[in-house]
């Protein structure tokens, strides 16, 4: 497992961006998938986005395909959620995760190990 710590999180309009990025520490993520998830107030978390571990493959949530990118940067071990076109609806606690999947993709809560302790995203309409 590794430690991570999301950053990047915030206040902003509708309309607006904002990028989110998940340090990890103890380990290299180099082999990690990495996801995103999300949890607004009295509701299940639910996945935003996952990349496999060779950046080669990446899959949305259809709420937010066209206007999230989700990148991981294997050199500085951070991963990446580049927020566009941010809408009240995102609003949420901001959850990265991060598994060792040499095969495949993880969209469910169950594929990630290790996660960060979440960052507040807050958009106002």
């Known amino acids: 497992q590794v430690q991570l710590v999301e950053s990047g999180g915030g206040l902003v309009q509708a309309g607006g961006s904002l990028r989110l990025s998940c340090a990890s520490s103890g380990g290299t993520i180099s082999r990690y998938a990495m996801g995103w998830f999300r949890q607004a107030p009295g509701k299940e978390r639910e996945f935003v986005a996952t990349?496999?571990?060779?950046?080669?493959?990446?899959s949305y949530s259809d709420s937010v395909k066209g206007r999230f990118t989700i990148s991981k940067d294997n050199a500085n071990n951070t991963a990446y959620l580049q927020m566009n076109a941010l809408k009240p609806e995102d609003s949420a606690v901001y959850y990265c995760?991060?598994?060792?999947?040499?095969?495949?993709?993880?969209?469910?809560?169950?594929?990630?190990?290790?996660w960060g302790q979440g960052t507040q995203v807050t958009v106002s309409s």
């Open positions: 990349v496999s571990w060779d950046s080669r493959r990446k």
């Open positions: 995760a991060a598994e060792r999947m040499p095969y495949g993709l993880g969209m469910r809560k169950i594929d990630f190990t290790s």
